[in-house]
């Protein structure tokens, strides 16, 4: 069933003036399988169009449809069970941490969508056990923990929910390597041990080229590329988007021009560091 848009436009209505933050949206989301980075300037429209994707925003015209359900042209239907459905892991979503301890935040989704307490509770470790939230923390307070754990903290508390899809809003800003490259594992894993499709919006190229498998990037709230990531990185018109090369391309390109070694590309360190081991070239 997955997502689909079907030539969906939206606007934000300002007391002055209105604002067209997305024309003529097209798109097709799979349920399983898809790994999905949204990139492209800012204000280009990212956040706007996923937060078409669990119902938060409804499109001014066109059709959105989310697991089968189309959403109302106004909030009158009931459309907060997709909430559950789709996870979506806002911007900072530290800031959206209130309750006492660690557990209570993460067990806030699946209470608010009808678990009991005890079953609230065992998917509330569940989430917590896959982000790597000791059970010592359990009980202290989620403001008292670095910003990383607490982010972790947050995304715990939509994993509890067991969405069929997350989606996640620059969900690495701000984090160190370290923070980024744990965070990055966890819906590395998401994606490749459950098969969920995940939707990442990411600033960072080198993150969008190691794990994303489809890119769409964004412009002035249209969709200017949608496609496989290798089709995008060796684009013939690839300046055309106005987007930086991801670090491993950028170095592959350097030595091509510099000292002749054979182009070929690899999307992440690891590949990277393997292929200048063992490329034949004098
Ligand atoms: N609540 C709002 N009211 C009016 N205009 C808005 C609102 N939210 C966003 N916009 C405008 O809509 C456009 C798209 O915004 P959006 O937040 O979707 O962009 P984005 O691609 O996520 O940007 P960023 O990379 O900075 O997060 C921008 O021009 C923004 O100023
Ligand atoms: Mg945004």
Redesign the pocket.
């Known amino acids: 069933m997955g997502i689909q848009f079907k030539d969906v436009s939206f606007m ?1 209505q ?1 007391i002055k003036e209105n ?1 067209d ?1 997305l024309s003529h949206i097209n798109l097709n989301i799979e349920e399983n399988g898809e790994f999905i980075a949204i990139i ?1 300037h ?8 996923v937060q078409h994707m669990n119902a938060l925003l409804l499109p001014t015209s066109g059709k959105v449809n989310v697991l089968g359900q189309e959403l109302p042209p106004q909030k009158k239907e009931k459309i907060n069970h997709l909430r559950q459905k789709v996870g979506l892991v806002f ?1 900072f979503p530290e800031y959206q941490l209130f309750e006492e301890t660690i557990l209570k935040d993460i067990m806030f989704g699946p209470k608010n969508f009808k678990s009991t307490e005890e079953e609230a509770m065992e998917k509330a470790k569940k989430a917590a056990t896959i982000v790597g939230i000791d059970p010592e923390l359990y009980e202290q307070s989620p403001f008292r923990i670095s910003g990383g754990q607490m982010r972790r903290v947050a995304v715990a508390g939509i994993l509890a929910m067991e969405p069929k899809i997350l989606v996640l809003d620059e969900p690495t800003r701000g984090l160190d390597p370290k923070g980024r490259k744990d965070l990055m594992k966890i819906f590395k894993d998401l994606h490749e041990i459950e098969h969920k499709s995940i939707v990442l ?1 990411s ?1 960072d190229m080198d993150i969008v080229s190691e794990y994303a498998k489809r890119v769409i990037v ?1 412009d002035q709230g249209e969709i200017v590329f949608d496609g496989k990531k290798e089709e995008l990185f060796e684009h013939p018109d690839f300046d055309k988007f106005h987007l930086e090369l991801p670090t491993s391309l950028k170095i592959l390109k350097h030595l091509e021009k510099e000292i002749g070694l054979p182009y070929e590309p690899k999307y992440d360190f690891k590949s990277l560091l393997s292929y200048l081991k063992e490329v034949d070239y004098e």
């Open positions: 934000y300002g604002y933050a492209g800012t204000g280009s429209g990212k956040s706007t169009l911007q919006i600033h964004m």
